[in-house]
């Protein structure tokens, strides 16, 4: 067997890093097939339900230049499939399809997300995907797709509808971690304690380019996805309609989920604001009551710092007493008047 | 009888729990039929304009099986069918229609909008509908829909008119109370009383959440609405054209009672922000008169408390009432002034 | 003759406080006609080019029903007649056209904008008219049609070209309330005097509101112009397009209007809020330049109040003098340099 | 002759003032014809490829009632014509096509734009031109048009494209006055003199006045100048497409221009509010320090102030030497250092 | 050889300048041809797979003037391609496709975009390009061409091809530029350091009038990639519709990165805002912590300033040195406390 992580066959010499798994389907069953890459694809032809499944990563140029040759791929395909930073895409040419998609990855230890790339080549009897940046478990597709040999039957348009679901239910996941995200991030917004909102501003803004992240993922698959689910896409089973709009309404939902951040975000960030402005009256106003309980004695202390000749009061006995006495009591009472207006 | 509430009949061993109410209607009215699901369902065929309703609640997978299994429901609609968390949307499949619709409900104490779920399954002489969560008062519905004979002789499509309208006419109850809600916000923002805003703009942030939910549950539902409203939709009556008409009418209006609440909350949000400007400048007018009516005395204090020798003043017997009285004069002077220019 | 507000003929003893106007339009004028309803229409639709126009006012759901079950009103269109609060819109049945129009009043004491309702139920020889909520000068529109036989020849149509014609103008006239308001607001957001500025984003906030209230009342309505403009509409002239073109022009006129005042109260809050910025850098300016004519000779005279034994200064004949010309001197050239600078 | 401006034909006696210009263009060239309007009209239709171009300047009902009558003018074209405040337009009737252009004038001196009234009656073989308020150079457009014999061969639609070409074009040399007017406010939100803010947020939104005023004269104009561009459009030739192209090419540049300055002026109210920001903590911060530079000799001053009899320091003779010169130093140490810290 | 730069052909006399290259192209390779224009274009037309391309900067009327008479260009492009300040656009004229592109240039030492304009002319068998400004490297794609003959074999739809694809690439290297540019802001913004943030909002607004900028170069050029990529456009081959579709992709992906851009502008602008009240925060309490510290002494001092004749303490030894470490025990506390509370 000429496919697979391990095999050593000729033209896998080179590649065997870069072809990450390699297998015929027939009637749904991995099956065994000749060695060359030609063969398996002329067998795979000829037995009508039966097609070649090649998952790559990473290819250079030279590596992917064969595998494009033999399956006869758009010269302008196999261009985007080597380059990454491509967007979300569904290109159809004459002897096959090709579809971008862009997995995200969520890292939970520094609350971001960041994007990788899934082209698949989808052709009568073939399938080929390549994977760029990690976060694409392409492996664990394949693996549930060989214990469903009712859906593998299908042929390519299964491959297809398997990818493109796992890849937006992921859209999903991040999502809710996202929203776990943002609850936290309220927290920190409207805490009493001033010293947690150093920094909210600039984590409201480095969340939003999450954010912006995610969108670039998943609204421009928004209308290949419509096309599958609605058009005519040939290479695409017309009864797998049913599934790709599935697939669209989930993402329509992961779509309409980012937007609600974005919006949400924005509202925070406002509201931080609006919270600084808060903090900034209550800290003036506490402030400046302070000031006033000292500005009162300094004041009296002043005025019986003056030099007259003629003051009575500095000659008594209780003067010195009475006047402390004073300046305590005007204290309290501005204290209590604070406390009562809200300003301590 | 095998369905109903209280039934024990063979296969509702294990629904008892699930299935809420199970009934074959004829002509509008309720009437008995064989106990097996099969049958009844042939029975309902077999007479042409009867159709079996059930109402399931939460079912399990295994819970729902038979029932989609003797209904033929695509696979697809009994996974969302299954699990809450939907939009709402129409969706056809070749035996039947699935609708999900998302209620709500508004708690009262907490100001809060909680979304449910509702799915109904249509077909040519059944009705199978699915509940997730409170608030869907689908039995208030059918009991209604029980005393209107000549609506329900209209079969499934009445079901679906039934408790659409009802899922809509509920939004706008709901949209009225948080528009309640908006006007107690307003008069919060626009206080007089700097204490009662300490948390306003956390509380115009969590209104703007409310919203953003309840537009989850009601922007989404305005196309299938439309699709029933003017587009042809198998498994429903085109006579009731004008009926969905009027309930995507009644949508469109709660819609943008929505969209208008969201727009307001930016507004009282922004004008919050401007409060609070106004706020502070009025503060550090006050603080800075009261500031200044003590900085004059214990500036004049400090000159007579100047150790020079030739300080004539000081011999004077009337020096020291002059300068209080002086003191005095200065603060009623400045407090007056500072009255008539509005800063105390 | 059984109809007129004052006619006390066989139906509309209930009536009499319902039916604001009734009549039978022959040719462009006003004719008798049978006492009984059913008879009137008869006659009406017997002479082929008569119609019949019945005017209501807020009728409760008994004193229309003879109405209804006489023309043959859809259910659904008279339920909405008999609730306030609907959408503007277009609705056409098998038997009539039923048109929902929001006139809007402007209290210039107020400052606020209501609506009210208008409903017109277009028959092939009927005009029902039923009015919600004051402000919709219907009783004026008829005078004027009754003058203008050659326009009520157009039978129906002409009526509800004249209606809507008449609330689609209103609606410019209060715009153009609303912009007066706008420039008075305007003054207050940049007026000098701060006063006048305590409650500006309070009446800014309920602008907005009332420019939402308007919009829901014009916006709506555009698409069922269209449609009378444009398209086919049964029981409307062909010949009438170019008139309710004129009218949607118009209506477009208002919205285009509305918005703009939407867009420039939102840069006025904004201006607002900036306003507010400048005006507390002048006062803390203003009160900072006051704080330190106060501040330096409060110091000057502390060192002056030390008891060192060896101040020479102390024990000369000048010290005191020229220490209090000192004071006034620094006090003056500070108030020069922040007089220069802008400060005060 | 009896048209042209200083005419004295037999129905120009009350119109001299109104009927600016009026003349027969036969083969492109400008004719004599008949004295009376109806028998002009008949030789420009009976030459065929002749017509007749009255330009009009705010005639009264009564002045254009000759006109419109000769010419079969729609009543409600008439209607608009008479009236100012029009939003531009393209209506098309039986006899005549019905044009409105809002030409803009820049005033230099006050920097405010306003907006006239343009309106074209375009039929078979004639144009009627109505002009209302200043600013549309239309007798400079016909001048022109004059001696291009070869463009006004065409006929009215050479009219009709010259006129809107000269307006377009206007609005663009406006477009980029008020980008000139933009730099200036960009130089006043951005000047390091804080007395040249005074005004900004009025000026700001002052400019977004205009450009609203603006926007009203040139958006609603994209779409007729698209039908003329690319629709069917009766009394105009299908070869002037490409010529109505570039004019709505030019529209639409406009309109982009205007778009841009819109945003721009948006960001430069904020920008103005962040800069009043910084502007105030700077105060703020060079506030504080002066007054810590004199709170800190005060505060020394009270200290060798008090009354103690054993304060050893105030017996020696270098004691108010050295403390006054630890007051400087540390002042001068304060000073630096707020220096370095750039709050000075 | 009569074109070329050095060419000193008939016509090329006063051309020399302004025709940077020109060439006839047969099979793909660059051949020889007449030295006269209409012989040249007659001699590519003859052979039928050959076409002339014309490259010329900034051409004067008279200059352009023989070349639009012997390609039979269209009057109204020929003006567009001789003034700058253009949209970019696709016009379809009877002899020819008029294409207009706006190249962006990144200065990087200004950090500022400026953009071009480059217009072609595609015919049956000629290319005529015309640039206005720098930043458009047409020589660049005349070589890679002349090195690709398979490719410019496809004739004057290679070229566009070729020079919109290197174009729209140049798009999405200036915007990684402007990203870069982005991320230093970005830590401008959040930088620790006041004094960094003096010019932001100023440096935030600066770079928003470039990306508008930008934005004016890449809109509007989306649909005419749309047309070439999905509709019929004569002179077009469509077998480059996948090519044009690549293109039309990028263009996409540009605009995306673009508009981005601006929204995390706009946001970054909010975050300064917020950023700035953060520090006044800060910077309020500070000063006020250490107001405090020096408010303290100043009252305690004033208070054994008063000249009371019996304050027993002014007569204990102990007084002085006590009231002294009164005054530094309670600034250490407070320092502590202020400390502890994060205001230092």
Same mark, same amino acid.
């Given at each position: ?12 010499? !080179? ?41 790559? @990563? ?35 040419? !004459? ?12 890292? +939970? ?25 990690? $976060? ?18 299908? $042929? ?26 943002? +609850? ?20 409201? @803004? ?42 669209? !309404? ?6 309409? @989920? ?83 207006? $809200?300003?301590?």
């Amino acid at each position: 067997m000429w496919w697979g992580r391990s095999a050593g066959g000729r033209w896998t010499g !080179d590649n065997a890093r870069v072809i990450v798994d390699c297998a015929i389907y027939q009637n749904g069953c991995r099956t065994e097939g000749p060695e060359d890459l030609s063969d398996a694809l002329d067998a795979a032809r000829a037995s009508g339900d039966a097609f070649l499944w090649i998952g790559m @990563y990473e290819p250079t140029e030279q590596e992917f230049e064969h595998v494009s040759r033999e399956f006869g791929l758009h010269k302008l395909a196999v261009e985007d499939a080597l380059t990454a930073h491509q967007r979300p895409k569904l290109e159809v040419y !004459d002897d096959s399809l090709f579809v971008v998609l862009k997995p995200v990855m969520y890292d +939970e230890a520094a609350d971001t997300v960041t994007t990788g790339e899934l082209m698949l080549f989808i052709g009568d009897s073939f399938v080929v995907t390549v994977r760029h940046g990690e $976060g694409a478990a392409l492996a664990a597709v394949r693996r549930r797709l060989e214990h469903e040999p009712e859906v593998l039957r299908h $042929g390519p348009t299964a491959v297809l509808y398997a990818v493109s679901d796992a890849v937006v239910d992921h859209y999903i996941e991040v999502a809710a971690e996202l929203q776990a995200d943002l +609850e936290e991030l309220e927290a920190e917004v409207f805490s009493p304690n001033p010293s947690d909102s150093k920094n909210t501003a600039a984590r409201i @803004y480095g969340f939003k380019r999450q954010v912006l992240e995610f969108r670039r993922a998943t609204n421009p698959l928004l209308q290949p996805m419509e096309r599958l689910a609605f058009g005519e896409v040939p290479f695409v089973h017309e009864h797998a309609q049913p599934f790709f709009r599935d697939v669209a !309404d989930h993402l329509t939902r992961a779509s309409e @989920y980012i937007d609600g951040l974005d919006r949400l975000l924005s509202d925070a960030l406002a509201a931080h604001l609006a919270q600084m402005g808060v903090r900034q009256n209550d800290d003036v106003r506490k402030i400046s009551a302070w000031a006033a309980m000292a500005a009162v004695p300094t004041m009296v202390a002043g005025i019986y710092g003056m030099n007259f000749e003629h003051m009575p009061e500095l000659r008594q006995v209780w003067g010195y007493p009475v006047v402390v006495a004073v300046m305590v009591g005007i204290c309290l009472g501005l204290h209590r008047m604070f406390k009562r207006r $809200g300003w301590l």
